[in-house]
């Protein structure tokens, strides 16, 4: 489309009549038909960039002219002042400045005339996009943050909403947690801020304890990383005393861009440092909650070998004399009993009760087989014995 002709008329009011003043316009437009086979939209990106850099030289031109022209009025403004003080100035160096003056003065007029090139050039420069509309004023409306607004809620409460909340976010928290890319990370935060809570990072560090436990060290480590950023969004939150879901984008701001290059460092230096913090915490949960299984395991089995006395067979047989020891793990009952007979009374009787209540010695459990069945028995009846001869 070619704008060959366009009238503005600009109206002035006086007192007794209306004058209108018709300008011819010409203004450029890059929207020219252009062949089916050219892609229209790339050629006017290029026309559109090539007037920009044609626009910002010219520009760049006027301000380099301006700087000279002041500079040479300044030169001028100085020789003046010192051709005023004519008395006080040498012969040859009042010679020096009148040529001086010369000069400048053929410097100025040429100066001038460039001037009114420019100026005249400018006047006579296709009006487009670029110079019609210009931005007289701008004004942003955000909407105001909200509060950052602390719940009241019970212990049990807490345990009931987090276990929903897993439940029903899972696949979007894993999702988060394998995230690699700080880019990345802050556009699924974006675009799933319900997400940016307490309950994510409660998840994220059950997740990691699990995943120690499990042996996956590395994935433990990288989900850990996710971890820290949300802590550090949730801590930012309560510094900045504002919802959670409007301080992800200050949280990954001071990650790439912070003031300097110090700031950065040192915001890093915080960031890795809880990090590690948080995998040595990760790692000494997950030992712990495994010494707790452990020993729930051992005492359950220790719980299914106790005697009908409550004792622990494994520990009676550590507490016996070797003697004894051996006599059971032979299975010799001929030898256990000389081995009885060979003893104190009292300690054998002491012994053999420790057997019998943990159920590693079993007095009944055969009384056919052997006199030694009775062995326990006839602890007894020497012991009554010895005592009645006291």
Partial sequence: MNIDHLY????????????????????????????????????????????????????????????????????????????????????????????????????????REKEEMLKKEEKLRPWNVDTLCKEKESKTLINPSKPL???????????????????????????????????????????????????????????????????????????????????????????????????????????????????????????NEELDAFKNRVRALAKKRLDEAKRQIEEEERQKRLGPGGLDPVEVFEQLPKDLQECFETKDIQKLTETIKKMDPKEAEHYMKMCVDSGLWVPDANKNAEPADDVYEKIEEKISVEESNK
């Fill in 149 to 271: 607004v602390e719940e009241e809620i019970s212990e049990e409460d807490k345990g009931i909403r987090q276990e929903q909340f897993n439940k029903k976010y899972r696949k979007e928290l894993r999702h988060f947690g394998m995230l690699k890319k700080s880019e990345d990370s802050k556009e699924f935060l974006r675009e799933n801020s319900n997400l940016v809570c307490e309950e994510t990072a409660n998840y994220l560090v059950m997740w990691c304890i699990d995943l120690e436990l499990e042996g996956k060290e590395t994935l433990m480590e990288h989900v850990a990383y996710q971890t820290i950023v949300m802590q550090f969004i949730l801590e930012l939150s309560k510094h900045m005393k504002k919802d959670p879901r409007d301080c992800v984008q200050a949280f990954f701001n001071r990650m790439s861009s912070c003031e300097s290059l110090a700031d950065r460092q040192q915001y890093m230096t915080s960031f």
């Fill in 8 to 111: 503005i008329s600009f109206v002035f009011q006086n007192d007794k009549a209306l004058i209108f003043f018709i300008f011819p316009l010409k203004i450029s437009d890059d929207e020219d038909d252009t062949h089916p086979n050219i892609d229209t939209a790339s050629l006017f990106r290029w026309r559109h960039q090539a007037r920009i850099e044609k626009m910002e030289k010219a520009e760049k031109d006027k301000k380099q002219f301006e700087e000279e022209l002041m500079k040479l009025e300044l030169e001028k403004q100085h020789l003046e002042e010192r051709l005023k003080d004519a008395d006080n100035v040498p012969t040859e160096e009042m010679e020096e400045l009148q040529l001086k003056k010369h000069e400048l003065e053929d410097q100025e007029k040429k100066f």
